[in-house]
């Protein structure tokens, strides 16, 4: 193993990280802030993903789906809040699983229904379509800089907002004691929407940014969205520093394992045993992560801490 | 999820309900949704224009065909299919896409009296030792694609090639066959999981391993993941073999990031016999995408049954039906096609090379022949009942 190689697989897990982490901020915080599981998150990724398709062909760009999809993305976000989570805070996590698995469902035929069934693609955008060479022959591609930049910046704008701002302020009370919050005259209802949007808007954010290098189709966000469950669990559930580290150790672990099980198992065992070994390690990977970080922190790295 | 076909075959069923000699019920098993549902659409697709260009009525006889979604769940199929053969009393039922539904439906498909006549799915158990007189597969045993690569690889002189299939039984089946026929070394092999989304640590092994050759079996959204993250990647100059990753299923969403990868089939759009052209050119005005094969295969099935149902005089006798479909020549889109014992087609593979046509759309192209009237693997073992 070439210390190139090392480093390739590192900035894959980085950008793995971010990718996930951009899902995992709004989750975590419509999770803490309204102790509401939202199952319908990983759906929201995918509407951002299909909107930057569509406008791409209306556009004819990347830049202007980008533009157009980020608010587009919000305003679903927002009228789904109304619409059907709203109704469903102060029921108990079960009726939340239940119903919003039926809109996973329900928005997972719909797309197919009104795009096709077949996957759809997203042009690179022009000025980021050349890369580098780590490695000899092999191209890091500008545009995966481009996502890490992205959601390291995303990071950056979510911690200033909220450590340094009211809403900030009023997000985390909210995540420590919603119903004291409400108490002291703050509009908390306002307040979860506002939650809800954003983080609908930053899925649908991942998903603009993840469409020129996955294929964009209905059900993309279903594996995803475990993946993101992992990071909150890890990071501590409504800790927006818990889902930044906890994304970066999962899309890490994860990349790392994939890479580099296999050849670990052949040193222990046959050539052919370790082929079946190796990937069966590494999918367990992220999962044994979060095992040993719960056995050591049962509440996550960074739980947000309850009144 | 019903659909009828034909006004005129429903008014010749209220006119004539006891006399069903003039009219025929074709069964059609496939998968309409989920993320594989486009191909369960070239299937539908491929068949009804089969029934169309034959005046809709296949040897004779008013089709009808009932199509029903197998939502790729085994237990859903099953129900489906004994609906089909029980209640509607399908004398043919024709599918489905995967092999893990044609393992689950063909016993009560056969059992039920119906003849059943895979376009696509070709598993090993219904070639060998299980191969059955009312079970037919118009496509190829699965096994011969993946060989069929194995050993253009040979003949390209490729002595290194690094593996890489997803993480389950077809996967595994996969590099079993490419590496049955493939004489040089495999220098890696990497199974992902099923729910694999990034290549990019795979890719980066790829080009730390520098080999003459990738050979992939990527079917569906992660064929068409791998496709673009491998030509961004810059690895398009290592030739990229494969099965059943680019096709025209895949190429709308690949476009041209897999202009110059490999494929291998029995058919390709641009195959040059009058079967082919009429086929390729209605498909295209009556749907308006380009065929893949599963919608050829299942285009030969319709004019398969159509010619057999003439030959045998209709579907009332099973047994002179099986004799006629087994035997009666027909114009097959790909050229020479005949059943071996074991109901699998003897046929030619060909290597395919993707290319943009002229009207700006996408499609897979013959490079040149590979195996000529190939046999399957497991024919030899077929003792047929």
Redesign the interface.
Same mark, same amino acid.
């Given at each position: 193993m070439?210390t190139g190689?090392l480093l390739?697989?590192i900035l %894959?897990?980085l950008?793995?990280g971010v990718l996930l982490f951009l899902i995992a901020a709004g989750l975590t915080l419509v999770f803490g802030v309204m102790d509401f599981i939202n199952l319908a998150h990983g759906v929201q990724y995918m509407l951002g993903a299909y909107l930057a398709a569509w406008f791409a062909t209306l556009t004819g760009g990347f830049w202007g789906a980008l533009a157009l999809a980020l608010p587009a993305a919000l305003a679903i976000g927002l009228v789904l809040e109304v619409l059907v989570f709203r109704h469903l805070y102060d029921r108990d996590h079960l009726d939340q699983v239940l119903a919003t698995f039926g809109v996973i469902l329900f928005l997972n035929?719909g797309v197919?229904a009104v795009f096709?069934?077949?996957?759809?693609?997203v042009p *690179?955008p022009e000025a980021l379509s050349g890369?580098f060479?780590i490695?000899?022959?092999?191209?890091?591609?500008h545009?995966?800089l481009a996502i890490l930049a992205a959601g390291l910046l995303v990071a950056l704008g979510l911690y200033l907002v909220i450590n340094r701002t009211r809403v900030g302020m009023l997000i985390r009370a909210g995540a420590s004691n919603a119903a004291m919050v409400s108490a002291l005259g703050v509009n908390i209802g306002l307040l979860f929407t506002l939650v809800f949007g954003v983080g609908a808007m930053l899925a649908g954010f991942a998903g603009v940014m993840a469409a020129?290098?996955?294929?964009?189709?209905?059900?993309?966000g279903d %594996?995803?969205l475990i993946l993101t469950f992992v990071v909150i669990v890890i990071g501590g559930i409504g800790s927006i520093r818990g889902a930044f580290v906890g994304a970066l150790l999962v899309g890490l672990a994860d990349?790392?394992g994939?890479?580099f099980a296999?050849d670990i198992a052949r040193g222990i065992l046959s050539a052919s045993a370790a *082929?079946k070994v190796?990937?069966?390690m590494?999918?367990m990977t992220i999962y044994l992560l979060m095992a040993a970080v719960l056995v050591a922190r049962p509440a996550g790295l960074f739980p947000a801490k309850r009144g | 999820m019903m659909r009828v076909f034909g006004a005129a075959a429903l008014a010749a069923m209220l006119a004539l309900p006891a006399a069903a000699q003039g009219t025929l019920k074709v069964g059609i098993v496939t998968v309409l949704?989920?993320?594989q549902?486009?191909l369960g659409?070239q299937l539908r697709d491929g068949f009804a224009l089969g029934v169309k260009l034959s005046g809709g009525r296949l040897g004779g006889l008013a089709t009808e065909m009932l199509v029903v979604d197998d939502e790729l769940k085994p237990d859903v199929a099953v129900t489906r299919v004994r609906a089909l053969v029980e209640r509607d009393e399908v004398p043919v039922i024709v599918g489905p896409v995967f092999s893990n539904i044609m393992a689950a439906i063909q016993k009560p498909a056969v059992d039920g009296g119906a003849i059943l006549i895979s376009p696509n799915a070709g598993p090993s158990t219904f070639a060998g030792r299980g191969c059955n007189a009312s079970t037919f597969v118009t496509s190829y045993q699965n096994d011969q694609v993946h060989a069929v690569m194995g050993e253009a690889a040979n003949t390209d002189g490729y002595r290194r090639v690094f593996v890489m299939v997803p993480?389950y039984q077809a996967g595994r089946d996969a590099a079993a066959g490419f590496k049955r026929t493939f004489k040089g070394e495999v220098v890696e092999?990497?199974?992902?999981?099923l729910?694999q989304?990034?290549f990019? #640590?795979?890719? #980066?092994?790829? #080009? #730390?391993a520098?080999p003459d050759a990738i050979f992939t079996f990527m079917p569906?959204?992660l064929g068409?993941?791998l496709v673009?993250?491998y030509r961004?990647?810059?690895?398009a100059?290592?030739p990229f073999l494969s099965t059943f990753t680019v096709d025209e299923?895949?190429l709308?969403?690949?476009?041209d990031a897999a202009v110059g990868f490999y494929s291998a089939a029995d058919w390709a759009p641009n195959m040059d016999n009058p079967a082919n052209r009429r086929f390729v050119q209605a498909f295209e005005a009556e749907y308006g995408y380009v065929p893949a094969s599963y919608a050829a295969h299942a285009f030969d099935t319709a004019i398969l049954l159509d010619a057999a149902i003439k030959a045998a005089g209709g579907v009332t006798d099973k047994e002179k039906l099986r004799a006629a479909i087994r035997s009666t020549p027909f114009e097959s889109v790909r050229g020479p096609f005949r059943f071996g014992v074991n109901n699998f087609p003897v046929q030619d593979f060909w290597l395919l090379r993707v290319a943009k046509r002229a009207d700006g759309k996408f499609q897979t192209e013959t490079v040149r022949r590979v195996f000529e009237a190939n046999v399957d693997a497991y024919a030899s073992e077929c003792r047929m009942r």
């Open positions: 070439s190689l390739v697989q %894959n897990g950008q793995l035929q197919r096709g069934a077949a996957p759809m693609q *690179t890369g060479e490695i000899p022959r092999l191209i890091y591609p545009y995966r020129p290098i996955l294929s964009v189709e209905p059900g993309m %594996n995803l990349t790392l994939r890479s296999t *082929t190796g990937p069966a590494a999918s | 949704s989920g993320p549902a486009t659409q993480n092999e990497v199974y992902v999981p729910n989304l990034d990019s #640590a795979e890719l #980066a092994k790829i #080009a #730390a520098k569906g959204g068409i993941n673009r993250q961004q990647a810059g690895l100059n290592i299923s895949t709308p969403a690949t476009q």
